[in-house]
Structure formats: structure tokens, C-alpha cells
Nanobody
């Protein structure tokens, strides 16, 4: 099992940046692919970005492509989401997730992720 804890959320003005971190504990984190999802106010949770176990492949939702970057450091058991050029539509609770089903394949399907963090709030003001 893997336990995930997100941090780094907060309030930022439009055009600003934030860096989210996800700290993993438990099983060897390099056995898992990881991803970020988000739940905007009043909406369903949606995929944001994913990264394979070794960081070789990443994939992004169209809405964040070119603005967000996902990365990981397996030596530190951490995954990151660098968010630049933030817009009010990025306001959401952001969740870190991990899956052992497809560690070498970018996976956008929420149901394939086995472990989830509690989430961190990101609010972008206009």
C-alpha cells in the first residue's frame, strides 16, 4: 500500500504559479505510476496529468497542456505539479493518485488508480 499526502495549495492571483507536492510512504513508490486529478467547485473530479514510474512518459489534459508540468523524484518518494499561468478555471481541490496496474503506461482513467491523497485546495483569483 501507498499513503499519499498533498501540499502546496493556496490562493494565487491569475497569471501566478504554484507548485504542488505529493509525498508517498509505504510501498516502493517507483512501482507506481502517479497522477494529479482535480475537482472544481460543483463539478466532477477530472484528470489533470500523469507520469509513469520512471518519469519517462507524461500526459496532460488539454486544458492544462503547456502550463502545467508533472515530475517525480523516486529517491524522495515525491511527485510534483508545477502550475504556471494559472487562471480562475484552475480553481479546484487537487488530488494525487497512484496506480500499480499500469506503472509503465500513462493512464488517465480515474478508476485504475488504487491510492489517493486527501487533496489540497487551489484557488485562483481574477
Amino acid at each position: 500500500q501507498v499513503q499519499l499526502v498533498e501540499s502546496g495549495g493556496g490562493l494565487v492571483q491569475a497569471g501566478g504559479s504554484l507548485r504542488l507536492s505529493c509525498a508517498a510512504s509505504g510501498d516502493r513508490f517507483s512501482d507506481y505510476a502517479a497522477a494529479w486529478f482535480r475537482r472544481p467547485p460543483g463539478k466532477e473530479r477530472e484528470f489533470v496529468a500523469t507520469i509513469t514510474w520512471n518519469g519517462a512518459s507524461t500526459y496532460y489534459a488539454d486544458s492544462v497542456k503547456g502550463r502545467f508540468t508533472v515530475a517525480r523524484d523516486n529517491a524522495k518518494n515525491e511527485v510534483y505539479l508545477q502550475m504556471n499561468s494559472l487562471i480562475p478555471e484552475d480553481t479546484a481541490v487537487y488530488y494525487c493518485a497512484a496506480t500499480f496496474h499500469t506503472p509503465g503506461i500513462v493512464t488517465t482513467t480515474e478508476g485504475l488508480y488504487n491510492y489517493w491523497g486527501q487533496g489540497t485546495q487551489v484557488t485562483v483569483s481574477s
